[in-house]
C-alpha cells in the first residue's frame, strides 16, 4: 500500500522523511530491518569496564549546563546511581539543559572511567519499563529512530491480518519457518534475541527463494531452451590467428575461449558469464569468440560501458585480428551525423562484421544483417532490457557477459544458475601488481615526497574522492574544492577534472587530454573505474577509503597498472575503526581479486557486488553470501523445483510477486 494511504494517517512530512530513506510503500518500510539490536543488560558499577557500553536508572542532582563551540553542544551534569556521583556528557541535546533537579532518569552510554560517563541517550521512562531488545535501524541526518519504530508500527497494525505468505506451504512446515506476518513482528517488535533469530532465519529463507525463482524466470525469457542454427567454425583459422599474437593465452584462456565455441557450434543458444581479475585476459577470449563467430558468417556486437572504453575495444581487436577481411568498426552517441549514418548503413548490409558501441548501439535505428554473437563488457553496468534490446537484433543470439568483480567457482555456480560460468583465474605470464599502502589520515602529506618522485619521473597520477561537491551531510573530500588545493600544490603541473555530472563531451575531452598526458594530474571520482587506459599513469591517492567497497577499489587501484612500472596505489582514512582497518588492509595484503571479493561479502554485505539490481533480480538484503551457503543451496533447488512446476497451486503466488516486483524495479540507464 502506498503510504499516503489514509488509514496510516502519516503526515506529509512523515512521508517525505520516509521516501529520503527510500522507503515509498508498505512493502518497502516492512521490510526496512534493524542492522542491529540494543540489549538491556544493568549491571552494578563494580563491574563496569571502561569503554563499555551501561545502562542504569539515575537521579539528576546537579543542574545541567551546556557549552557550545560553533555548531556542536555538549551538556554536563551530575547524578546518583547506587550512591555514587557520576558525571554525564551528552553531545549535540542542549534541551538536556531543561533536565529537573531530582529527577529520574534511564541513561544509555559508554563508560570512560573515574565515574564518568559519556550518554548516548536518555529518557524519563524507569529502567524496568524498557524492552529489553530494541531494533536500531539506519537513518539519515534530520530523521529520528523513533520516528522510524512508529511508521513500521503504524503500517503493521493496520496490515498485520493482511500480510500474505508467499513462501509454500509444503516449505513452510518442512523447514518450521515463521509466518511472515509473525516474522515481521519478531524483527521489528522482538521479545528477546531468540525472536529475532527465528525472524532472521525465515526472511533470509524467503529473499534467497525469490532470488533464485527471479533467476530460474530469467532462464526462461532468455530462450535459453529454444533451437538455435549451430555455427560452423573453422577452429584451425582460429588457432592460427591466435598463434600470431605476440604472446601466449594462458590454459583458462584456451578453456574459456573453447567453451565459448562449444557453445556456439551447438543448437542452444549461448548464455554465459566469463569473470576474471582486472587484467587477465578477458578481452582477448572475447576478440577471438568474436572472429569465430566471422568465421562462421555471423555478425558480433561488443556493448561497452563508455566511449573512452569501446574506442579502446577498437583499437585492440584491431592489433589482435590480423586478418584483412574482417571489418570492424565503432559506434558512439558523440560521432557525427555522417559517419554515424554511414555506420548504420554498412551494419545492416552486413558489410561490419564486428560493432563495438556504447548504448547507442541499442538504438532502434541500429540493423544488422546476420547477427549471432553479443558480448556485453562490466555487465553489471547495463540493465537486462538493454541486453535484451540488443540481443534482439539478432535471432536466438549467442550472449556472452563479461565481468571484472570475480567471485569464488562454487559460488558463481550456485548464483548465477541461470546461466554457464567461465572463470580465468591465472594472470598473463610477467603481469605486475601494484603495491598498496595504507594511511591511516585523510591527507597524503607523510608520502608527499614519494608522489613528487613518482610525477619527476614523467609518471601521471590519479587523486580520486567519494564526493563532487561539498556537503554538511556526507563528510567527505570533493573534487571541485580537491581540484583547486591540488592546482595550487602541484603548479606548474596541469591539474583536470572529472566527475559524472560533467556532460559527455566534457568528460571525454578531459579523459583523452589524460590519456595524452596534458594533464599529469587526474582529481575525479569512481568515473575512472573503468574506460580509463593510460600506461603512463602509475600513482593513484583515494581519499575517504573507508567508503568504497573492497571490490571497488580493486577495480580503481586496476587503472595504475596497465603497463610495465610498478603502480603505487595510497588508500587514506581518518576513520580509526578497527573494522575499517580490517577491511583496508586486505588490499595491503593482497591483489587478488578472487579473494578480495569474497572478503567484501563477508565483511561488507553483498551490496551489489553482482550487478543483480539491473537484472531485474530482487536485492540481498539479510542474506550473506559468504556465511549462508548452506541455505543457498537448498533455495536454489527449491527455486528450480518451484518454477518447473509454476501451475501448481501453491507455486502461483510466489512466481506472480517475484514478476510484479521485478518488473517494479527492472529499469533502463
Sequence with gaps: MDLHDKSF?????????????????????LSYYPYRF???????????KIKEKVTFEAEVISRAITFRNGRFASTKFEVMHEDTVLKITIFNRPWASKLAMNSMITITGIYMGNHKVTAMNYDTKPLHDHEAVTPVYSTKEGIQQRTIRASIKTVYEVLQNEITDYVPEE??????????SEAYRKIHFPESL???????????????????IAMELNKDEEGLL??????????TKVKTMISCLPFSLTKDQVDTLNAIINDMRSNVPMYRLVQGDVGCGKTVVAAFSMYACFLSGYQSALLAPTEILAKQHLASLKSMIKDSSISIEVLYSAMNTKEKKDILRRCEEGDIDILIGTHALIQDDVHFKKLGYVVADEQQRFGVEQRKALRLKGENTDFLLMSATPIPRTLAASLFS??????????????????????????????????????????QLYVICAAVDENEAFKARDVNKMYVNLSKLFYPRKVGMLHGQMSSDEKQSVMDAFAKNEIQILVSTTVVEVGMNVVNATGMIIYDADRFGLSQLHQLRGRIQRGNAVGKCWLLTDNKSEDVK?????????????????????????????????????????????EDTKMIEVCRKDAKLIVEHCDQTDYISIIESVKQRRAQSAYID
Excluded: C
Design 194 to 212: 531468540e525472536d529475532t533469530k527465528q525472524a532472521f532465519r525465515t526472511l533470509k529463507y524467503e529473499e534467497f527463494l525469490r532470488f533464485f
Design 171 to 180: 516449505m513452510i512446515r518442512k523447514y518450521h519457518l515463521l509466518r511472515r
Design 418 to 459: 541461470d546461466m554457464k560460468v567461465s572463470t580465468i583465474e591465472t594472470m598473463p605470464a610477467g603481469r605486475k601488481q601494484p603495491v598498496t599502502q595504507l594511511i591511516l589520515e585523510n591527507s597524503f602529506r607523510s608520502v608527499l615526497d614519494e608522489v613528487n618522485a613518482l610525477l619527476e619521473e614523467g609518471h
Design 9 to 29: 494517517h502519516f503526515s506529509a512530512k512523515r512521508i517525505e522523511a520516509l521516501q529520503r530513506l527510500h522507503i515509498y510503500d508498505s512493502d518497502d518500510l
Design 38 to 48: 540494543d540489549t538491556i543488560s544493568s549491571s552494578p558499577i563494580s563491574e563496569w
Design 226 to 235: 529454444s533451437y538455435k542454427q549451430p555455427k560452423n567454425i573453422d577452429i
Design 582 to 626: 580490517e577491511r583496508l588492509n586486505v588490499l595491503v595484503k593482497t591483489t587478488n581479486g578472487f579473494e578480495i571479493s569474497y572478503e567484501d561479502l563477508r565483511l561488507r554485505g553483498p551490496g551489489d557486488i553482482l550487478g543483480t539490481r539491473q537484472s531485474g533480480v530482487p536485492d540481498l538484503i539479510l542474506g550473506n553470501l559468504y
